[in-house]
T-cell receptor, first 115, second 112 residues
Framework: AQKVTQAQTEISVVEKEDVTLDCVYE???????LFWYKQPPSGELVFLIR??????QNEISGRYSWNFQKSTSSFNFTITASQVVDSAVYFC????????????FGKGTRLHILP | EAGVAQSPRYKIIEKRQSVAFWCNPI?????LYWYQQILGQGPKLLIQ????????DSQLPKDRFSAERLKGVDSTLKIQPAKLEDSAVYLC??????????FGQGTRLTVV
C-alpha cells in the first residue's frame, strides 16, 4: 500500500540551529517519486524537491539537504542554520509510477523557528 | 509562467447549501488534482483527472461531491449539500506526467 509517515508532528528550534524532518514511506512499486513541499502560513503548497527511486544521491540546495535511503525507506530533509522564514508546515509525498501519477501526502511536520 | 488559479479564495456557507470551486491549471498540464486539506492534516486526494478523464476518485464522497474538467482544461468541484465536516481548504494542483504537482492558493471553505 502507498503510505507516507511523518512521525514528527511539531518541532521547535532556535534560529541558526540545524533541524531534520523525518519521512518514511511504504510502496510496492520499484519505480516511484518522492517529494517535499513547504506550506507557509499563507497556505500555498510550495514544491521543494523531487527524487526518483533510482537516484539515491543526496542533494543539497543552499541550506536545504535531502537524504534518500532506500534500505530504510526514508527521505529525510535537513535545514542547516535555520531561519525564522523557514517556519512552516513541511509535507513529504509519494507518487508510484504504476498508480497513474497519484500523489499521496504525509500528515506534515509543523516547524517553528524561534528568534 | 502563470501558476494554478483558484477561485474564490474564501467561502462561508450554511450547512445544506451548495458551493462550487473553480480551478484553472498551468497551461499544458494534463493532470489535474483536487485535494481536501482539513486543518492540521495533510492534503487528501479527492479526484484526479488526466486530460478530461477521471483517473482516481476513490476518496470523493460521491453522494455530495462532484467534479468535472471541461475540455481537459478548467475544472469545477461542487459540494451539494454541504456538511459541517466539509470545512477545509480545497486545493487544486496540476502537473505534467510524473513531474511534481504545482498548487494553487486554495479555497478556504467554512460551513456553519
Amino acid at each position: 500500500a502507498q503510505k507516507v509517515t511523518q512521525a514528527q508532528t511539531e518541532i521547535s528550534v532556535v534560529e541558526k540551529e540545524d533541524v531534520t524532518l523525518d519521512c518514511v514511506y511504504e510502496t510496492r512499486d520499484t519505480t516511484y517519486y518522492l517529494f517535499w513541499y513547504k506550506q507557509p502560513p499563507s497556505g500555498e503548497l510550495v514544491f521543494l524537491i523531487r527524487r526518483n527511486s533510482f537516484d539515491e544521491q543526496n542533494e543539497i540546495s543552499g541550506r536545504y539537504s535531502w537524504n534518500f535511503q532506500k534500505s530504510t525507506s526514508s527521505f529525510n530533509f535537513t535545514i542547516t542554520a535555520s531561519q525564522v522564514v523557514d517556519s512552516a508546515v513541511y509535507f513529504c509525498a509519494l507518487s508510484e509510477a504504476g498508480r497513474d501519477d497519484k500523489i499521496i501526502f504525509g500528515k506534515g511536520t509543523r516547524l517553528h523557528i524561534l528568534p | 509562467e502563470a501558476g494554478v488559479a483558484q477561485s474564490p479564495r474564501y467561502k462561508i456557507i450554511e450547512k445544506r447549501q451548495s458551493v462550487a470551486f473553480w480551478c484553472n491549471p498551468i497551461s499544458g498540464h494534463a493532470t489535474l488534482y483536487w485535494y481536501q486539506q482539513i486543518l492540521g492534516q495533510g492534503p487528501k486526494l479527492l479526484i484526479q483527472f488526466q486530460n478530461n478523464g477521471v483517473v482516481d476518485d476513490s476518496q470523493l464522497p460521491k453522494d455530495r461531491f462532484s467534479a468535472e474538467r471541461l475540455k481537459g482544461v478548467d475544472s469545477t468541484l461542487k459540494i451539494q449539500p454541504a456538511k459541517l465536516e466539509d470545512s477545509a481548504v480545497y486545493l487544486c494542483a496540476s502537473s505534467l506526467v510524473y513531474i511534481e504537482a504545482f498548487f494553487g492558493q486554495g479555497t478556504r471553505l467554512t460551513v456553519v
